[in-house]
Protein backbone atom coordinates (compact mmCIF):
# COMPACT_ATOMS: atom_id res chain seq x y z
CA UNK A 1 0.00 0.00 0.00
CA UNK A 2 1.57 3.50 -0.73
CA UNK A 3 -0.11 6.37 1.41
CA UNK A 4 0.37 10.22 1.35
CA UNK A 5 -0.86 12.09 4.31
CA UNK A 6 -0.61 15.90 5.32
CA UNK A 7 -0.60 16.83 9.11
CA UNK A 8 1.31 13.92 9.73
CA UNK A 9 3.82 15.75 12.58
CA UNK A 10 1.17 15.91 15.41
CA UNK A 11 -1.77 14.85 17.15
CA UNK A 12 -4.22 12.65 14.92
CA UNK A 13 -1.85 12.56 11.92
CA UNK A 14 1.21 11.36 14.16
CA UNK A 15 -1.20 8.39 15.26
CA UNK A 16 -2.19 7.37 11.42
CA UNK A 17 1.65 7.73 10.33
CA UNK A 18 2.55 4.71 13.61
CA UNK A 19 -0.53 2.54 12.83
CA UNK A 20 -0.30 2.84 9.13
CA UNK A 21 3.62 2.99 8.37
CA UNK A 22 4.02 -0.83 9.22
CA UNK A 23 1.75 -1.36 6.49
CA UNK A 24 3.32 0.31 3.75
CA UNK A 25 5.16 -0.13 1.11
CA UNK A 26 5.41 3.43 0.85
CA UNK A 27 4.53 6.33 2.37
CA UNK A 28 4.56 10.44 1.76
CA UNK A 29 4.44 12.80 4.44
CA UNK A 30 3.47 16.44 3.41
CA UNK A 31 4.92 18.69 6.31
CA UNK A 32 5.48 22.14 6.70
CA UNK A 33 8.21 20.80 9.31
CA UNK A 34 10.26 18.51 7.89
CA UNK A 35 12.73 18.12 11.46
CA UNK A 36 9.37 16.99 13.03
CA UNK A 37 8.44 14.44 10.43
CA UNK A 38 12.19 13.06 10.41
CA UNK A 39 11.90 13.29 14.15
CA UNK A 40 8.51 11.16 13.99
CA UNK A 41 10.08 8.79 11.29
CA UNK A 42 13.03 7.94 13.82
CA UNK A 43 10.86 7.30 16.79
CA UNK A 44 9.02 4.45 14.60
CA UNK A 45 10.43 0.94 15.19
CA UNK A 46 10.47 -0.08 11.50
CA UNK A 47 9.93 0.40 7.99
CA UNK A 48 11.69 3.88 8.40
CA UNK A 49 13.52 3.79 5.12
CA UNK A 50 10.35 3.28 3.11
CA UNK A 51 9.01 6.52 4.57
CA UNK A 52 9.92 10.02 2.48
CA UNK A 53 9.28 13.45 3.70
CA UNK A 54 7.87 16.35 1.23
CA UNK A 55 7.82 20.09 2.16
CA UNK A 56 4.29 21.18 1.73
CA UNK A 57 2.81 24.32 3.32
CA UNK A 58 -0.81 24.34 3.08
CA UNK A 59 -1.44 27.62 3.61
CA UNK A 60 1.35 28.09 0.03
CA UNK A 61 -0.28 27.06 -3.17
CA UNK A 62 2.89 27.24 -4.98
CA UNK A 63 4.52 24.92 -2.42
CA UNK A 64 1.81 22.78 -2.41
CA UNK A 65 2.06 22.50 -6.44
CA UNK A 66 5.67 21.60 -5.98
CA UNK A 67 4.73 18.84 -3.33
CA UNK A 68 2.09 17.12 -5.89
CA UNK A 69 5.20 17.65 -8.28
CA UNK A 70 7.87 15.87 -5.82
CA UNK A 71 5.33 13.52 -5.31
CA UNK A 72 4.50 12.52 -8.66
CA UNK A 73 8.84 11.71 -9.39
CA UNK A 74 8.56 9.35 -5.78
CA UNK A 75 5.60 7.51 -7.49
CA UNK A 76 3.81 6.90 -10.47
CA UNK A 77 1.09 5.19 -8.02
CA UNK A 78 -0.60 6.35 -4.79
CA UNK A 79 -3.40 4.09 -3.45
CA UNK A 80 -4.45 6.42 -0.53
CA UNK A 81 -4.29 10.12 0.34
CA UNK A 82 -5.19 11.93 3.76
CA UNK A 83 -5.91 15.11 4.02
CA UNK A 84 -5.67 15.66 7.25
CA UNK A 85 -3.86 18.76 8.25
CA UNK A 86 -6.07 21.38 9.20
CA UNK A 87 -6.34 23.91 12.35
CA UNK A 88 -8.43 26.57 13.67
CA UNK A 89 -6.95 30.68 13.86
CA UNK A 90 -8.33 33.42 16.21
CA UNK A 91 -7.47 36.02 13.89
CA UNK A 92 -8.40 36.58 9.82
CA UNK A 93 -5.07 36.50 7.97
CA UNK A 94 -4.54 36.98 4.22
CA UNK A 95 -2.33 34.34 2.78
CA UNK A 96 0.64 35.89 0.03
CA UNK A 97 -1.81 34.07 -2.13
CA UNK A 98 -5.10 36.63 -1.43
CA UNK A 99 -7.09 33.53 0.60
CA UNK A 100 -8.50 33.52 4.22
CA UNK A 101 -6.16 31.30 5.85
CA UNK A 102 -8.67 29.11 7.33
CA UNK A 103 -9.95 28.45 3.69
CA UNK A 104 -6.60 27.95 2.40
CA UNK A 105 -4.95 25.22 4.96
CA UNK A 106 -7.71 23.01 5.81
CA UNK A 107 -9.95 23.71 1.69
CA UNK A 108 -7.78 25.21 -1.07
CA UNK A 109 -4.46 23.62 -0.48
CA UNK A 110 -5.96 20.17 -0.05
CA UNK A 111 -8.04 20.87 -3.04
CA UNK A 112 -5.00 21.56 -5.46
CA UNK A 113 -3.10 18.65 -3.54
CA UNK A 114 -5.54 15.98 -4.71
CA UNK A 115 -6.31 17.68 -8.35
CA UNK A 116 -2.94 17.20 -8.61
CA UNK A 117 -2.66 13.80 -7.61
CA UNK A 118 -5.77 12.25 -9.03
CA UNK A 119 -3.46 10.95 -11.79
CA UNK A 120 -1.26 9.09 -9.53
CA UNK A 121 -4.75 8.16 -7.45
CA UNK A 122 -6.02 6.82 -10.56
CA UNK A 123 -3.11 4.88 -12.40
CA UNK A 124 -3.42 1.67 -10.31
CA UNK A 125 -6.80 0.04 -9.22
CA UNK A 126 -8.15 3.05 -8.07
CA UNK A 127 -7.96 5.29 -5.06
CA UNK A 128 -8.90 6.75 -1.73
CA UNK A 129 -9.05 10.00 -0.70
CA UNK A 130 -9.29 10.47 3.47
CA UNK A 131 -10.13 14.00 4.66
CA UNK A 132 -10.29 15.00 8.03
CA UNK A 133 -13.93 17.10 8.82
CA UNK A 134 -15.67 17.66 11.68
CA UNK A 135 -18.80 17.61 13.48
CA UNK A 136 -18.45 21.56 13.85
CA UNK A 137 -19.57 21.87 9.95
CA UNK A 138 -23.09 21.83 11.61
CA UNK A 139 -22.38 24.76 13.04
CA UNK A 140 -21.94 25.99 8.77
CA UNK A 141 -23.14 29.19 7.93
CA UNK A 142 -22.22 29.49 4.06
CA UNK A 143 -22.29 33.04 2.42
CA UNK A 144 -22.54 32.27 -1.50
CA UNK A 145 -20.84 35.25 -3.09
CA UNK A 146 -18.08 34.97 0.15
CA UNK A 147 -16.64 31.41 0.77
CA UNK A 148 -13.81 32.63 2.34
CA UNK A 149 -15.43 35.12 4.58
CA UNK A 150 -13.01 37.29 3.84
CA UNK A 151 -15.75 39.73 4.62
CA UNK A 152 -17.23 38.67 7.01
CA UNK A 153 -14.78 37.07 9.25
CA UNK A 154 -15.12 35.03 12.44
CA UNK A 155 -13.11 32.26 13.82
CA UNK A 156 -15.01 29.59 14.43
CA UNK A 157 -17.68 30.18 11.62
CA UNK A 158 -14.33 29.98 9.17
CA UNK A 159 -13.56 26.67 11.08
CA UNK A 160 -17.36 25.58 10.66
CA UNK A 161 -17.41 26.77 6.91
CA UNK A 162 -14.52 24.57 5.62
CA UNK A 163 -15.27 21.46 7.69
CA UNK A 164 -18.61 21.64 5.87
CA UNK A 165 -16.48 22.45 2.54
CA UNK A 166 -14.32 18.84 3.16
CA UNK A 167 -17.39 17.14 2.97
CA UNK A 168 -19.05 19.11 -0.18
CA UNK A 169 -15.51 18.59 -1.84
CA UNK A 170 -15.89 14.30 -0.34
CA UNK A 171 -19.01 14.40 -2.27
CA UNK A 172 -17.48 15.63 -5.38
CA UNK A 173 -14.76 13.85 -5.82
CA UNK A 174 -16.92 10.76 -5.71
CA UNK A 175 -19.09 12.27 -7.96
CA UNK A 176 -16.68 13.48 -10.51
CA UNK A 177 -14.34 10.56 -10.39
CA UNK A 178 -15.73 7.23 -9.07
CA UNK A 179 -15.61 5.76 -12.52
CA UNK A 180 -12.25 6.29 -12.41
CA UNK A 181 -11.81 4.35 -9.33
CA UNK A 182 -11.71 7.25 -6.62
CA UNK A 183 -13.20 6.78 -3.52
CA UNK A 184 -13.70 9.35 -1.26
CA UNK A 185 -14.68 9.56 2.27
CA UNK A 186 -15.05 12.58 5.11
CA UNK A 187 -15.03 11.55 8.54
CA UNK A 188 -14.72 13.56 12.05
CA UNK A 189 -12.32 11.77 14.56
CA UNK A 190 -14.07 12.64 17.78
CA UNK A 191 -13.06 15.44 20.41
CA UNK A 192 -9.36 14.77 20.43
CA UNK A 193 -6.32 16.01 22.50
CA UNK A 194 -3.69 17.28 20.12
CA UNK A 195 -2.57 20.95 19.59
CA UNK A 196 -5.73 21.61 17.98
CA UNK A 197 -7.53 25.36 19.02
CA UNK A 198 -4.37 26.06 21.43
CA UNK A 199 -3.61 29.44 19.94
CA UNK A 200 -6.99 30.31 20.29
CA UNK A 201 -8.54 33.59 22.08
CA UNK A 202 -11.39 34.18 24.12
CA UNK A 203 -14.34 31.72 24.70
CA UNK A 204 -13.62 29.27 22.31
CA UNK A 205 -10.11 29.28 24.34
CA UNK A 206 -12.01 28.47 27.55
CA UNK A 207 -14.33 26.10 26.54
CA UNK A 208 -11.43 24.13 25.11
CA UNK A 209 -10.17 24.26 28.80
CA UNK A 210 -13.25 23.52 30.05
CA UNK A 211 -13.05 20.35 27.28
CA UNK A 212 -9.31 19.32 27.96
CA UNK A 213 -10.36 16.40 30.63
CA UNK A 214 -12.34 14.68 28.45
CA UNK A 215 -11.50 14.29 25.06
CA UNK A 216 -10.10 11.49 23.52
CA UNK A 217 -6.42 10.53 22.76
CA UNK A 218 -4.96 10.52 19.55
CA UNK A 219 -4.76 7.44 18.81
CA UNK A 220 -8.65 7.09 19.46
CA UNK A 221 -9.06 9.82 17.39
CA UNK A 222 -7.03 8.21 14.54
CA UNK A 223 -8.76 5.21 14.12
CA UNK A 224 -12.11 5.92 11.94
CA UNK A 225 -9.52 7.41 9.12
CA UNK A 226 -7.18 4.17 9.91
CA UNK A 227 -10.05 2.00 9.17
CA UNK A 228 -11.30 3.97 5.75
CA UNK A 229 -7.62 3.94 4.86
CA UNK A 230 -7.00 0.07 5.36
CA UNK A 231 -10.89 -1.76 4.67
CA UNK A 232 -12.50 -2.58 1.44
CA UNK A 233 -16.03 -0.28 2.03
CA UNK A 234 -19.46 -0.52 0.45
CA UNK A 235 -19.39 0.78 -3.20
CA UNK A 236 -22.69 2.81 -1.77
CA UNK A 237 -21.01 4.65 0.97
CA UNK A 238 -18.39 6.79 -1.87
CA UNK A 239 -18.42 10.30 -0.78
CA UNK A 240 -19.84 9.46 2.71
CA UNK A 241 -19.07 10.95 6.17
CA UNK A 242 -18.02 8.99 8.90
CA UNK A 243 -17.90 8.79 12.68
CA UNK A 244 -16.86 6.08 15.03
CA UNK A 245 -16.14 4.00 11.95
CA UNK A 246 -19.47 3.88 10.70
CA UNK A 247 -21.91 6.38 7.90
CA UNK A 248 -22.97 9.03 10.26
CA UNK A 249 -25.68 11.85 9.35
CA UNK A 250 -24.12 14.98 8.15
CA UNK A 251 -26.47 18.30 7.51
CA UNK A 252 -28.48 19.33 4.69
CA UNK A 253 -26.14 21.38 2.97
CA UNK A 254 -23.16 18.77 3.21
CA UNK A 255 -26.00 17.26 0.22
CA UNK A 256 -26.44 20.36 -1.56
CA UNK A 257 -25.70 19.79 -5.38
CA UNK A 258 -25.81 23.79 -5.81
CA UNK A 259 -23.40 24.32 -2.72
CA UNK A 260 -21.00 21.54 -3.67
CA UNK A 261 -21.28 22.73 -7.52
CA UNK A 262 -20.26 26.21 -6.06
CA UNK A 263 -17.31 25.15 -4.05
CA UNK A 264 -15.67 23.47 -6.78
CA UNK A 265 -16.38 26.04 -9.59
CA UNK A 266 -14.87 28.73 -6.90
CA UNK A 267 -11.94 25.92 -6.21
CA UNK A 268 -10.74 25.28 -9.92
CA UNK A 269 -10.54 29.04 -10.67
CA UNK A 270 -8.54 30.01 -7.35
CA UNK A 271 -5.90 26.61 -8.46
CA UNK A 272 -5.46 27.78 -11.70
CA UNK A 273 -2.55 29.72 -11.63
CA UNK A 274 -0.81 26.29 -10.07
CA UNK A 275 -1.76 24.05 -12.69
CA UNK A 276 0.87 24.61 -15.73
CA UNK A 277 -0.36 22.75 -18.35
CA UNK A 278 -2.44 20.30 -16.83
N1 LIG B 1 -8.76 17.65 17.71
C1 LIG B 1 -10.06 17.61 17.52
O1 LIG B 1 -10.88 17.52 18.48
C2 LIG B 1 -10.63 17.61 16.13
C3 LIG B 1 -12.03 17.47 15.97
C4 LIG B 1 -12.55 17.45 14.69
C5 LIG B 1 -11.71 17.58 13.59
N2 LIG B 1 -10.36 17.73 13.78
C6 LIG B 1 -9.50 17.83 12.59
O2 LIG B 1 -8.47 16.87 12.70
C7 LIG B 1 -7.36 17.25 11.86
C8 LIG B 1 -6.07 17.02 12.60
O3 LIG B 1 -6.01 17.92 13.70
P1 LIG B 1 -5.37 17.56 15.11
O4 LIG B 1 -6.49 17.55 16.08
O5 LIG B 1 -4.48 16.40 15.01
O6 LIG B 1 -4.56 18.94 15.37
P2 LIG B 1 -3.02 19.28 15.52
O7 LIG B 1 -2.41 18.47 16.58
O8 LIG B 1 -3.00 20.77 15.67
O9 LIG B 1 -2.40 18.86 14.10
C9 LIG B 1 -2.62 19.65 12.95
C10 LIG B 1 -1.65 19.23 11.87
O10 LIG B 1 -1.86 20.10 10.72
C11 LIG B 1 -0.60 20.62 10.32
N3 LIG B 1 -0.73 21.93 9.69
C12 LIG B 1 -1.31 23.05 10.19
N4 LIG B 1 -1.16 24.07 9.34
C13 LIG B 1 -0.47 23.59 8.27
C14 LIG B 1 0.01 24.17 7.07
N5 LIG B 1 -0.14 25.46 6.79
N6 LIG B 1 0.64 23.38 6.18
C15 LIG B 1 0.86 22.06 6.45
N7 LIG B 1 0.44 21.47 7.57
C16 LIG B 1 -0.21 22.23 8.48
C17 LIG B 1 0.20 20.74 11.61
O11 LIG B 1 1.57 20.87 11.34
P3 LIG B 1 2.64 21.36 12.46
O12 LIG B 1 2.99 20.13 13.26
O13 LIG B 1 3.76 21.89 11.66
O14 LIG B 1 1.94 22.39 13.31
C18 LIG B 1 -0.17 19.42 12.28
O15 LIG B 1 0.60 18.36 11.76
C19 LIG B 1 -7.64 18.70 11.45
O16 LIG B 1 -8.13 18.72 10.13
C20 LIG B 1 -8.73 19.15 12.41
O17 LIG B 1 -9.55 20.14 11.85
C21 LIG B 1 -9.80 17.75 15.02
Known sequence: MKIAITGATSGIGTEK??????????????????????????????????????YCNLSDLSSVAKAATTLSQK?????????????IFPEKSITTDGHELTFCVNHLGHFLLTYLTLPLLTSGKGGKIISVSSEAHKAANIIEEDLELKNDFSSFKAYANVKLYNLLFTKSLAEKFSDKGIEAYALHPGVVN???????????????????????????????GIYL??????????????????????????????????????????????????
Open 194 to 224: TNFGNQSKGIFKFILFLAKPFMISPKKGAQT
Open 17 to 54: VKALAPLCEQMFLLVRNEKKARDLIHSLPSNQEKISVI
Open 229 to 278: ATNQLDQRSNGGYFKKRKLAKATKDASSKKLRNLLWEYSIKQIQPFLGNK
Open 75 to 87: TTQLDVLINNAGG
